[in-house]
């Protein structure tokens, strides 16, 4: 859209200066580009802040993911530690379970 305003806006001067309009209406077409400039500068910034915060909150979104990452591994970890425990202790109840029929 940037290069098809300039190519307008290059057709709209051309227009100014070949056509002799009188100085105050090319001050009044001088006032509006202006005005325009500093609108779009406007809408510029705006959208540059928006910008930024829009990247502040996916570098947040990027830290707590990494934490749960993290917590999540951690989980992993317990849980596997606690199914070899289960697994142990189920290995135990057999074997005394069987030295238990053995006797009897």
Known sequence: MGLIDDYQNRDETAE??????D???ARRKRSDLERQIVILD????RAQREIEQYEM??????KEEERIRIDRDDLDKKLKNLDNDRVALDDQIQLLKKK???LT
């Not at 406007?42 to 910034?45: N, P, V």
């Open 16 to 21: 100014v200066e070949s056509s002799g309009m």
């Open 23 to 25: 100085p105050a209406a």
């Open 42 to 45: 406007s809408d510029l910034r």
């Open 57 to 62: 909150q996916k570098r947040r979104f990027k």
């Open 100 to 102: 238990l029929k053995a």
